[in-house]
Every structure is written in C-alpha cells, then in structure tokens.
C-alpha cells in the first residue's frame, strides 16, 4: 500500500488538494447565500423637522449595515453606517427623487426609491 502510494506523482496529488479547498470555498459560500436568503429586511422613512428625514431599518442581521442614498442621476447624496432598528436621520436632502440601497458587506438587502415631495415621502 505505502509503495503504491509513492507511485502517485507529486502533481496529482497537488491538482487533488487544489480541488479539495476549491470545492470547500464553495461549500462554505454556498451556505452563507443560504443564510442571506431567508433574510428579510424593511426601512421605513419618516418626515422630521427642520427637513430633516429619519430612517430605520429592519431585519434579522446583528452586524453593521451600510445605508445608500443616490439621486436619480447616480450621485451619491448619503452614505451612514447603521444597525438595525437604530435611527438615523438625513438632514436637508431637499425634494426629489432619490434611490436608496441597504448592504450588510458585500450583500445588498434592500433597495428602493424615495420621493420627496413638500411635506410628503413616498416610497417602495
């Protein structure tokens, strides 16, 4: 059995390992979009004085989540790191038309648009 073993080359049993740890990588990836997809997450917006709009945002993730907010022609107005169920507020973003994006690293959790119009937000 040993003799046997020192007949397989070198090369073979390296192109195996390579192939074992690619195949975990994958594994261990796979799992964690597994947990991403039974994650559910909801902001909801809120009209405060002064023009100022307050946000929270909702879902099962402990960790640090990254809240965007773009104007429709893809300037970044408002990046804010959050956690959840915390409230933030974003001062003066003036009326219009706005995209906003919530991420937990490299996963985005939600994304929507919001407008604001005089006194009223809509959003989705």
Do not use: W
């Given at each position: ?75 970044q107005v ?47």
């Amino acid at each position: 059995m040993i003799k046997a073993l020192k007949q397989i080359p070198v090369a073979l049993v390296k192109a195996a390992l390579i192939l074992l740890i690619a195949l975990l990588v994958l594994l261990i990836n796979s799992s964690r979009a597994a947990e991403r997809s039974n994650t559910r997450t909801t902001i909801t917006f809120k009209q405060e004085k002064n023009n100022e709009i307050s946000f929270r945002i909702y879902t099962n993730i402990s960790g640090t989540l990254h809240f965007y907010l773009f104007s429709t022609e893809g300037k970044q107005v408002k990046h804010l790191e959050t956690m959840n169920e915390l409230e933030k507020q974003i001062k003066n973003p003036g009326p219009g038309t706005y995209i906003y994006q919530c991420f937990e690293n490299d996963t985005q959790l939600k994304n929507g648009i919001l407008k604001i119009i005089e006194n009223n937000l809509i959003y989705e």
